[in-house]
T-cell receptor, first 116, second 111 residues
């Protein structure tokens, strides 16, 4: 199956700093990628849809100035958590879908963010 | 009402048991359906697609009932390694492509 790689897997940062997470499709082109957040014992919550060459589409309640998304190429999307606070600590996961397929999503390995 | 609902469990079963998970969805225009497996602190991974005609893969059987808007997953002869959270996932294209995840059902298989 298709491969999506996410980096870093773990990150610990101080409150107030910014953290960038990368999501790469390794063997296919992804015009659209999705970013999720998952808190412990809860389901995946879609944060935003990242569109190559255009602005991301954010879900209701997600601050676009807080969570900056850039999708500059067909294989790379980045999520930057700006001025991180402890409540931003979570598991962030990206996914991508191959156009024309049955809708199966391919997930990155996830990035666990801990803000001290 | 949630768009995709699952029994959160947890289901605690002995090895060798048969366990069934249920899922309902609210959007009758939903187009494709999947079961994903998520291990603790890992990303979800596709377990199997779900069709009206049923889909069987070894010990796993998935079924879709469009009339009832109901999806099921049956695991036979449970193994310790089946312990995970099982996510019901529904895709729709109403107002744009959208993927909705159920909250997941936790399964613990014990020796």
């Amino acid at each position: 199956g298709a491969v999506v790689s996410q980096h870093p897997s773990w990150v610990i940062c101080k409150s107030g700093t910014s953290v960038k997470i990368e999501c790469r499709s390794l063997d296919f082109q992804a015009t659209t990628m999705f970013w999720y957040r998952q808190f412990p014992k809860q389901s995946l919550m879609l944060m935003a849809t990242s569109n190559e060459g255009s602005k991301a589409t954010y879900e209701q309640g997600v601050e676009k100035d807080k969570f900056l998304i850039n999708h500059a190429s067909l294989t790379l999307s980045t999520l930057t958590v700006t001025s991180a606070h402890p409540e931003d600590s979570s598991f962030y996961i990206c996914s991508a879908r191959i156009l024309g397929n049955t809708g199966e999503l391919f997930f990155g390995e996830g990035s666990r963010l801990t803000v001290l | 009402r949630k768009e995709v609902e699952q029994d959160p469990g947890p289901f605690n079963v002995p090895e060798g048991a048969t366990v069934a998970f249920n899922c309902t969805y609210s959007n009758s225009a939903s187009q494709s359906f999947f079961w994903y497996r998520q291990d603790c602190r890992k990303e979800p991974k596709l377990l199997m697609s779900v069709y009206s005609s049923g889909n069987e893969d070894g010990r796993f059987t998935a079924q879709l009932n469009r009339a009832s808007q109901y999806i099921s997953l049956l695991i036979r002869d449970s193994k310790l390694s089946d312990s995970a959270t099982y996510l019901c996932v529904v895709n729709s294209n109403t107002g744009g492509f959208k993927t909705i995840f159920g909250a997941g059902t936790r399964l613990f298989v014990k020796a």
